[in-house]
């Protein structure tokens, strides 16, 4: 057993202490003062009583209240002078209190009208709340009450799952109540490194069917928050293998090896596997895949514009010169042919990576501006010379702005 997991139930208390930062465990503190001065019970749930009990970094505290929170949370945004960013027909709240955000939600049951619909939401107790959720190492709280502070609640044995490194959810309906568990399952398995429990993995490959009547938007909405992880390509990779992939969309695969190599994409790296997820489609689905995931504008240029490198395949494959490469590549997005170079062989590769690492950054000096002044007419022969310009330095005709100028003359001359 970790140290930390041994720690008695009154333990928790220096528990939390020990692991929250100061001002942030002051905050909890007065949230707890007020809470406990106003009769409410207010409960430390999910995400951050894990990471603490793993000793992790956590994100943001999520509260939970029993009973009404409007009003609670009204009256600490006045009491702590915060400021509340969201409020929900759920009873969630988010608020920004000395610049953290925590989030509060009513003890709730849920009821699915069907399998996969948005729950119908009941108040309940803690004890109903934490048996909702998804796993049961997300089914832990701490009381912030004074009668029983620092208590852990934990009534799907989620201590002995973290113990264990197991991810398990609590019934056999878990992902057909909300499919979108799948994606969490693969996520903090390889997140953490956990594996799943056997009985959960059934239950998953038992749901799979279920995710082709689950909405775009709250598919791509996990794969979001895997592309921001650390672990993304472990996580989308463990989706593959269960089959998760492609339930969500026939095909649809993620090259491991290659994958790891999205590192290396610093900042565009969530958009550098989007467009490795689309290169293992056939050109044609594009749109139905965009459509499935109702992916935005940008995502939706990624995925298009990998499957636009697939299809200049045998265009790349002939002779060309830079400004013919530079024409054929100039509109698509730097990382979908980047993503393309790792994908194609040579000489395809290379002129894909020509073109990344010279020919866009190659342009010229002068402007349609400099043109009219050195007596170009107005209208489109300003634009022709300018193409004309950038044709002839990609090609290696002309090098400086005096051979630009030179050239421009020379055209004029000659019209
Ligand atoms: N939850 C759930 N089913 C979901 C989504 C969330 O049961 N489909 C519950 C889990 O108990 C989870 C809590 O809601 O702990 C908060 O969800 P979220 O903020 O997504 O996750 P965190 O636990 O905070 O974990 P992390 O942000 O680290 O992924």
Same mark, same amino acid.
């Given at each position: ?26 905050? $909890? ?6 809470? /406990? ?12 009583? +894990? ?44 608020? @920004?209190? /000395? ?91 390889? +997140? ?27 598919? +791509? ?16 990779? =463990? ?5 998760? $992939? ?10 491991? @090896? ?5 590192? #290396? ?8 596997? =989007? ?39 045998? #265009? ?54 400099? $043109? $009219? ?43």
């Amino acid at each position: 057993m970790t140290e930390n997991l041994m720690y008695k139930m009154d333990g928790f208390a220096s528990l939390l202490k020990e692991r929250i930062p100061s001002s942030q465990y002051e905050l $909890l503190d007065s949230i707890s003062s007020i809470a /406990n001065s106003n009769g409410v019970a207010l409960y430390l749930v999910g995400g951050m009583v +894990r990471d603490i009990l793993l000793s992790i970094p956590y994100t943001d505290p999520d509260l939970c209240i029993e009973g009404e929170s409007t009003d609670f949370v009204e009256l600490l945004s006045q009491e702590l002078t915060g400021n509340v960013i969201a409020q929900s027909d759920f009873g969630t709240a988010k608020i @920004e209190l /000395n610049g953290t955000i925590v989030d509060f939600a009513i003890a709730r049951k849920e009821k699915y009208q069907y399998k996969g619909a948005l729950p119908e939401v009941e108040k309940g107790t803690i004890i109903e709340d934490l048996s909702r959720r998804d796993f049961s190492i997300n089914s832990m709280a701490v009381s912030m009450n004074l009668r029983n502070y620092g208590e852990l609640i934990d009534p799907n044995n989620g201590r002995l799952d973290l113990e264990n490194r197991v991810i398990r959810a609590l019934h056999p309906d878990s992902f057909l109540d909300d499919p979108t568990r799948l994606l969490r399952a693969a996520r903090y398995a390889a +997140r953490l490194g956990f594996t799943l429990d056997i009985e959960t993995k059934e239950w998953m490959t038992n749901s799979l069917n279920i995710l082709k009547d689950i909405s775009g938007d709250r598919i +791509r909405h996990e794969i979001e928050h895997i592309l921001g992880e650390n672990q993304a390509v472990n996580i989308l990779s =463990l989706a593959e293998q269960l089959g998760i $992939l492609d339930s969500i969309y026939p095909s649809l695969r993620i090259p491991f @090896e290659l994958g790891k190599s999205a590192a #290396e994409f610093g900042d565009h790296r969530d958009i550098a596997l =989007l467009s490795m997820l689309a290169y293992s489609l056939p050109p044609s689905h594009s749109k139905s895949f965009i459509r499935r995931l109702n992916l935005g504008r940008h995502w939706a240029k990624i995925v298009t514009d990998s499957h636009r490198v697939l299809g200049l395949i045998r #265009e790349l494959s002939s002779d060309l010169s830079s400004s013919e490469i530079h024409a054929l590549l100039s509109d698509l997005h730097d990382t979908a042919i980047c993503v393309g170079s790792l994908y194609t062989e040579p000489p395809v590769s290379d002129r894909l990576k020509l073109y990344i690492e010279k020919l866009r950054d190659i342009k010229i000096s002068l402007d349609g501006q400099d $043109l $009219l002044n050195m007596g170009v007419p107005q209208g489109a022969l300003v634009g022709t010379i300018l193409n004309e310009l950038l044709v002839a330095k990609l090609d290696g005709y002309i090098i400086t702005e005096a051979d630009e100028r030179e050239t421009v003359y020379r055209i004029l001359k000659d019209s």
